[in-house]
């Protein structure tokens, strides 16, 4: 999950990514304002977006329509210190508002995990197949399946995502630290060693190619344990 958060302090931001990274395998991106994260959004998809009140109401109007014609399904928190803010953000459409606690990071982590809750699981069971994400092992049956590295957090991501199509470029975008930097080829050549990897023990495969919009994880069975 890639996660940006606005107006905090570099200091704060990596303390939130400690206590996040306890619930998902994540991403941060820190912006200074809402001018700069406009241009991380711009190149970059979220999933998460945490922003500090800046009193500027026109700005973060037009910011969270911006973010929710991009893609609807991307969650905004807002933390603001005056409670008299709450209905006028979520006019906006924003998904939460924090007021309390917004020094921290522990609590402010367990908010994100109430929102998130969708995209969290420890263990990820389908039929006689079981990938235990917290310590990165795949089990079928009596075997273990070896996949380590961005091979294994696609599989989790794909997998916790059960069904959903996601393109090349937000499969990167969710995973890599510097996206720009990462050509379509590494995702294919990722998606093929899981393949590989998987059929020759299951016997079938779990992600799918659909024609020009990307992969999706797909199976009968499919059980989330949190």
Known sequence: M????????????????????NYFICILDSAEDLYDAT????????????????????????????IKQKKPETKIIVMTDNVNNHGEFFNLTVDDVICEHRDQ??????????????????KIEIDKLTIDIASKKIKYDDKIVSLNGKTFDILVYLALRNQRVFSKDEIINALWEEPEYVSDNTVEVAINQIRKRLKS??????????????????????QVTI
């Open 201 to 222: 023990i299951l016997g079938f495969q779990v992600i799918h190619t659909v024609r020009r919009r990307g992969y999706k994880f797909s199976s009968t069975v499919s």
């Open 2 to 21: 890639r996660i940006l958060t606005i107006g905090f302090s570099d200091e704060f931001a990596k303390e939130l990514l400690k206590e996040i990274s």
């Open 105 to 122: 990071s522990d609590l402010i982590a367990a908010r994100v995990l109430a929102n998130m809750r969708n995209l969290y699981g420890t």
């Open 39 to 66: 241009n991380f959004t711009y190149f970059r998809h979220y999933e998460l977006i945490i922003v500090v009140d800046e009193k500027m109401k026109y700005a973060m109007e037009r910011f969270v329509k911006e």
